[in-house]
């Protein structure tokens, strides 16, 4: 019980990308890029390991980022004539590129980091893709027409990648869906019925993580907009617990979500964020396991499993390894106080 884990990036070693950056440009040309990919992607699952957790990651060392790491495999995107576009609701601008014909998967997206991240660990394996909303607001449509008919395009590409990386043996397939928190309504609309698109025919555990963002300044100043209670999960949650996804992780630590809202989760696993990738302040493993306290009032610890709030790309590596460790330590804590 209160397995833990990650929402899904790590920061990459400066080696392979500038660190402190999102979209941090690689640091090595053509075929010593992936190479440096790999030994990234081998040093976290070591971390993890080390640390102490339940179920590891690849800490999407292989993608530059999160939503446009899967969009460079799929023809019909033009990614030479990048248009300036606001996201996230006008959140923040983005340089993104155009949908120009009918979308197809080139081949594997995934699949070499999924191999390595299996061969590498005998722990239970995750693996993270962009869910089809946030996908369609970060890119712009010359082709569609029509953002909800683009987007079950994606979900049928992403159903084919979620397919392939069970036959590799991945374990947990999670859909990145921060715009969930953006566009309550799309969520109730058609957000839901495109994730079932996405987990058609899986069996491996599916996933959709829902959160307000990478600790950027842009989403720090956004939040400041939010009020004294962020009351987002409760228009998605309902649907979520009526949905056919089995885990739903979320935002919490240092955030104003009121933690009563994950009772209305019922039925299903969460992942509880534990550790807040806006801060460099390295919780301490008391504060961690407050959090998790907290969320069993609400979650039986079976179905409780301790993460991160979001990705922590843009973080000093030293400050994510401490807080994975921190993570780890604050759920040991109140393992063991259930035990006794
Ligand atoms: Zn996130």
Redo the contacts with the bound molecule.
């Keep these: 019980m209160l397995k833990t884990t990650i ?1 899904g990036s790590l920061p990459k070693p400066f080696w392979l990308a500038q660190p402190e950056m999102l979209w941090a440009p690689w640091q090595q040309p053509g075929e010593k890029l992936a190479e440096a990919k790999r030994d990234a992607t081998l040093l976290w699952i070591k971390e993890q390991e080390q640390a102490g957790l339940d179920i590891v990651g690849d800490g999407e060392q292989s993608r530059q980022h999160f939503v446009h790491g899967f969009l460079e495999r799929i023809e019909g995107i033009d990614f030479q004539n990048k248009v300036k576009m606001g996201i996230r609701n006008n959140r923040y601008e983005a340089d993104v590129p155009t949908v120009v014909g009918k979308l197809k998967r080139k081949g594997s997206v995934h699949g070499t980091e999924a191999k390595i991240l299996r061969a590498a660990t005998g722990l239970r394996t995750k693996f993270t893709l962009p869910g089809p909303m946030t996908i369609v607001d970060t890119i712009a449509d010359q082709h569609y027409g029509d953002r909800v008919k683009m987007a079950f395009a994606f979900a049928e590409l992403l159903n084919q990648e979620a397919r392939e990386l069970q036959a590799i043996g991945i374990d947990v397939v999670q859909f ?1 869906e ?1 715009a969930f928190n953006v566009y309550m309504d799309q969520v109730r609309e058609w957000g839901i019925d495109a994730l079932h698109k996405c987990i058609e025919g899986l069996t491996c555990t599916t996933a959709v ?1 829902i ?1 307000y ?2 600790g950027i300044k842009a989403n720090n100043d956004w939040k400041q907009t939010l009020g004294g209670e962020w009351r987002q999960y409760q228009d998605t949650f309902p649907h979520l617990a009526r949905s056919r996804i089995d885990q739903i992780s979320l935002e919490c630590a240092n955030s104003k979500v009121p933690i009563d809202l994950i009772g209305l989760l019922k039925g299903k696993d969460v992942l509880v964020g534990c550790i807040d990738v806006a801060s460099d302040q390295v919780e301490s493993k008391e504060q961690v396991a407050a959090t998790i306290r907290k969320a069993m009032e609400f979650v039986d610890p079976e179905k409780l499993y301790p993460c991160t709030n ?2 922590m790309a843009p973080m000093r590596r030293d400050i994510a390894r401490a807080k994975l460790h921190a993570l780890e330590q604050g759920a040991h804590l109140v393992r063991e106080e259930l035990r006794k």
Excluded: T
């Design positions: 929402a990145d921060p993580h959160c963002g990478y979001c990705g």
